[in-house]
């Protein structure tokens, strides 16, 4: 074989290298394009500049100067202003004053200097360029109009944007936002100072054209006109500042505008501003709790006014509301009455309430309407009053709360307080939430039909049972609760019905609802179970054991017994039989006989059924489990059908076997019966049968007479020992014994 001696890579590698950096100078060109397309004007972080508007070399840019005295140049100066402007005062007081009288009215009459703004502070700050434009036209020489300008723009530069910010509604500062949004460009500088330093290069830059150059220069001067007009010396914002102090409302300004901005932009300017003198006529009834009252206030009137809009409230219905709100805060006694008059609208006409959830560690999860850090402010009761169907002030209630916008619900209880603290659930709400809930008081007929399907799985793995089993359909008919389920194929039942009558009204435990109903059996008897649900989970049921009522993990029918597993402990696991059908059907009963294989003195009667056939594979299938209760069920079952169709006794009851005592009686109680199925007899010697079955009916016998001491009634007693003969064949004796 020939072996091929490697060949140099020192060529390969340089060649890589070489197309490597053809390939990334390629790349790095496409981008470049690609973002002077998208952004003509885009430069580097770097480029941002310190602040303020830097002489430049006005003679090297004589002709990009020149438009400063050239009066159509300054038509598009003059629209990118006004657009501007429009822009920055959209979201401030200045706007809302711009466009609603009440607004305009309120600023004359607390406002120092207002007047100069009476006719809207848009045309104010026009008007400011508009001299700008004369003196820039009017100059001598093209070093002079630039003076003019960057006089302003630097003045601004320098100002602390905090008095902007103050009359911004929605929190964020306005001329950030503004950044960000209309100049992307710009929205990487960091600062106020270094953006306006950007429009201003952008504005006298000659790689532009004339048309770019002049929306920018009409941006730069417009944010700086009105930065001056707001938060330079004496200013709006310092004015206003001035106006709120005499209002009560300077301490909670910060708190309220958030709220007055959602109303302003969700409803409409007159709205937040007659919200504005609810507030103001609050702090003044209430002046040493204002901070608290107006914060308190402005938060529930901004959530009940989102709900009606979504509810499809008309601007001026809305506003009726607040006016009705105005006139009952005049004579509130306490701090919170108004908030809840505010939850009271929203829940009888707006549908819900907006609540927010703690992410406090001492109630984490809980609900609440409102905190300002130290107090938090819980659910009225006064404000379900009246607004809240079949609620009652001081009656204990269960209450459904219903999530607006995802449908899920959850149950709580009110239980008489003057405040409700319902907590919201970690798989509905994650702490630090808001949420409109849907509130009732939660009806049966509610609690029914929000209860969802659910699956049963046989985590014992209990044979001859399906593997799962799941309760398809819940519903209410009258006191009787009707529960569906389906399940593999039993004895050819793929489907069954629980029905049971309420017992009780609902009642709440530990985060649960349950509803207690009884099941009543083929024999008459009923069995209590309750059925728990918390609203959004799977439903589950408790069955009634002892004092208790242990959950059911699993239940399953064959068309004459219900099966109920439940589970009292780890280790402890338990089957409950419940007759929905004749037992006797399942077994044939064959000849009788006289001639025992045992002596049965003493006895009153006695006789033999010399064979039992069962008339299904699965009662066959269980003979074969090695279980005491399943062959005691049995037992009792052939009992049952011995005692119906061979003693000709009626009323026949069939008790739990685990239960201890009697394993039938008779309803009047003059009969009791004790049975029991063997099944190591049928590997056994003729002689050992005998012994056993000798053995195991004096037992029986001796429970008897237990059974009569229990029950004065009783006059007859039937032994019934059901047994697998090792002919392989079931055979059934039957001892009739009576009280001594």
Not at 186 to 199: N, R
Request: net charge negative; glycine share 10%.
């Amino acid at each position: 074989m020939k072996v091929c001696e490697p060949k140099s890579r020192r060529g390969g590698a340089v060649a890589t290298i070489i197309g490597a950096i053809i390939f990334l100078i390629v790349i790095a060109s496409i981008a470049n394009v690609l973002r002077n397309l998208l952004y003509p004007v885009f430069q580097s972080p770097n480029d941002c500049g310190a602040g303020g508007a830097t002489s430049m070399n006005v003679a090297g840019r004589s002709a990009v100067l020149s438009e400063l005295r050239n009066s159509s140049y300054w038509a598009m100066v003059r629209a990118s202003a006004q657009n501007t402007t429009q822009s920055l005062l959209h979201d401030t007081v200045l706007g809302y004053i711009d466009k609603d009288q009440e607004w305009r009215n309120w600023s004359l009459q607390y406002m120092p200097g207002a007047a100069e703004w009476a006719d809207g502070f848009g045309p104010y700050i026009n008007a400011q360029l508009v001299l700008l434009q004369a003196r820039a036209l009017a100059s001598g020489n093209v070093t002079e109009a630039f003076g003019v300008l960057e006089d302003q723009v630097s003045r601004a530069s320098g100002v602390v944007i905090a008095g902007v910010d103050f009359l911004y509604f929605n929190g964020a500062s306005v001329l950030r936002t503004y950044f960000e949004t209309g100049s992307p460009a710009l929205a990487y500088c960091a600062t106020y100072p270094s953006q306006l330093q950007q429009l201003w290069d952008h504005a006298f830059n000659p790689n532009l054209t004339e048309q770019e150059r002049a929306h920018y220069l009409g941006q730069a001067l417009a944010i700086s006109g009105v930065t001056l007009a707001l938060a330079g010396a004496h200013g709006f914002s310092d004015k206003f500042k001035v106006a709120l102090d005499k209002v009560g409302l300077a301490d909670s300004w910060d708190t309220i505008k958030p709220h007055l901005g959602k109303i302003g932009s969700t409803v409409s300017e007159k709205a937040a501003h007659l919200t504005f003198t609810l507030l103001q006529k609050l702090a003044q009834r209430f002046p040493k709790d204002r901070t608290w009252v107006t914060g308190l206030t402005s938060d529930r009137t901004a959530s009940m006014v989102e709900l009606l809009g979504e509810k499809g409230f008309s601007k001026d219905a809305i506003e009726q509301r607040i006016t009705k709100l105005i006139q009952a805060a005049g004579s509130a006694s306490n701090v919170d009455d108004i908030a809840a008059a505010d939850d009271a609208v929203s829940l009888r006409e707006g549908g819900g309430l907006t609540v927010k959830i703690s992410d406090r560690t001492s109630d984490r999860g809980s609900v609440y309407l409102y905190t300002d850090g130290i107090r938090m402010e819980r659910i009225s009761a006064s404000s379900l009053q009246d607004a809240v169907s079949g609620f009652v002030l001081g009656k204990g209630s269960i209450m459904e709360l219903r999530i607006l916008k995802s449908g899920a619900v959850m149950y709580s209880e009110y239980q008489g307080g003057a405040t409700w603290q319902p907590s919201m659930p970690s798989e509905l709400a994650s702490p630090g939430d808001e949420l409109s809930l849907g509130i009732h008081v939660l009806t049966t007929d509610e609690f029914v039909k929000n209860l969802s399907p659910a699956t049963l799985a046989n985590e014992q793995g209990f044979r001859l049972m399906p593997s799962t089993v799941e309760l398809t359909e819940f519903t209410l008919e009258g006191d009787t609760l009707r529960i569906r389920g389906t399940q593999a194929l039993v004895e050819g039942i793929s489907s069954f019905e629980v029905n049971g009558k309420i017992v009780q009204p609902l009642d709440f435990y530990n985060g649960d609802v349950f509803l207690q109903f009884s099941v009543k059996d083929y024999f008459g008897q009923t069995r209590l179970f309750k059925i728990h649900h918390d609203g959004h989970t799977d439903p589950w049921l408790g069955i009634q054991a002892g004092s208790g009522f242990p959950r059911v993990s699993f239940l399953t029918s064959d068309g004459v017994r219900l099966r109920v597993v439940y589970v009292l402990s780890k280790d402890d696991v338990n089957l409950a039989t419940i007759y929905i059908g004749d037992p006797s059907t399942l077994y044939a009963l064959g000849d009788t006989a006289q001639t025992l294989p045992i002596d049965t003195g003493g006895a009153k009667s006695a006789f033999m059924i010399q064979k039992v056939t069962f008339n299904r594979q699965l009662e066959r299938g269980m003979l074969g489990l090695d279980s005491d209760y399943i062959h005691g069920r049995l037992g009792a079952e052939i009992a049952y059908t011995v005692a119906k169709n061979k003693l000709g006794l009626s009323g026949i009851i069939l008790e739990e076997i685990s239960k201890g005592g009697k394993d039938l009686y008779t309803t009047d109680g003059t009969v009791v019966i004790q049975a029991r199925f063997l099944t190591q007899t049928e590997s056994r010697s003729t002689n050992d049968v005998a012994l056993i079955l000798s053995a195991q009916l004096n037992d029986l016998v001796t429970k008897l007479r237990q059974d009569f001491g229990n029950n004065h009634s009783a006059t007859s007693g039937y032994a019934v020992l059901s047994y697998v003969d090792n002919d392989g064949v079931v055979k059934t004796l039957v001892v009739e014994v009576g009280p001594r």
